[in-house]
């Protein structure tokens, strides 16, 4: 089926504007509780796609009604002054999720981090007991979904994507793994393209479905693709034009491709919509 589609542009905003929507509504009836749901981000970094990504979770927590609080730390700030942070936003019972953005500075222990944060408040989905899915592999899935309604007038998802050859190009604590994760749970094992690969051209040939998601260019090539793939860019970079770009050049794979995220607009508007509807079920959780 995929075969009669080329070069469809997926419209991440159009996704995410209609999980915002819903959102919106469940905050409308929450403050009419007295609850206004909140969330406190914590970043420790200059990375320039970080620092784009935060100021959208802001605004569209805002759109809905939740509350959203940016704290800028030191890049410099040691392991224990970041957890004394952390468990003071624990035993605050007015703040409901707690984000600690990535990319995360060489001082700080990424997975002791992680494990910091109350699960019922860990909205990103990096404690091993959150209660919460890993938005960004949750978006994944959300995209994914809307190829296949695209495809099929049937609903059976999971067959639809158990059917296809998945390929994740990059394993990283930020993107990698959390989509490798979602997909798990899905009953899917994907292939995983890393630096250290050696047949990388080969497995993204072989590949109905690739996702990249390192955020470095060239990362995913034209030539290494085949015809009617399923394309989804997660990695983001800001690339010497000042403007963000994926791990593929739009212009290079769309006549290869049969959908495709662009960048930006593809899955990070869609990312912060699911972060968001995670930080509304854990308000909604403790009513």
């Known amino acids: 089926m995929e075969g009669k589609y080329f070069n469809v542009k997926i419209d991440g905003k159009q996704i995410a504007q209609s999980i915002l929507e819903n959102l919106k509504t469940r905050v409308g009836e929450l403050k009419e509780k007295g609850i206004i ?3 406190y981000i914590i970043t420790l970094t200059t990375d320039s796609a970080s620092e784009a990504y935060v100021d959208q979770k802001r605004k569209k927590g805002e759109e809905i009604g939740a509350k959203i609080i940016v704290e800028n730390l030191d890049p410099q700030t040691s392991t224990e002054a970041l957890f004394k942070k952390i468990q003071k936003l624990n035993n605050d019972l007015s703040v409901h999720g707690i984000i600690i953005q990535r990319p995360l500075p060489p001082q700080i222990a990424e997975k002791k981090t992680a494990e910091a944060i109350n699960p019922r408040k860990d909205v990103d989905g990096f404690h091993q007991y959150s209660d919460f899915s890993p938005p960004i592999g949750a978006s994944v899935i959300m995209i994914l979904m809307e190829v296949f309604w695209s495809l099929s007038g049937n609903l059976n998802f999971e067959g639809w994507l158990k059917s296809k050859k998945i390929t994740v190009v990059g394993g990283g604590i930020t993107a990698g793994k959390p989509i490798i994760k979602t997909l798990n749970r899905y009953g899917i ?11 990388k051209s080969a497995i993204l040939k072989n590949s109905d479905i690739v996702i990249g998601a ?3 260019p060239d990362v995913i090539e034209g030539n290494n693709l085949k015809k009617g793939v399923i394309l989804i860019g997660v990695g983001m970079f800001r690339g010497q034009d000042g403007k963000f770009h994926s791990d593929y050049e739009e212009e290079e794979i769309k006549d290869i491709v049969s959908f495709y995220t662009p960048t930006p607009g593809g899955v990070g508007p869609v990312n912060v919509a699911m972060l968001l509807s995670n930080l509304i079920e854990a308000v909604e959780a403790k009513i």
Not at 189 to 199: F, L, Y
């Open 189 to 199: 094992t994907p292939q995983v393209v890393t630096s250290q690969t050696s047949n």
């Open 37 to 39: 749901p909140h969330l």
């Open 214 to 216: 390192v955020g470095k």
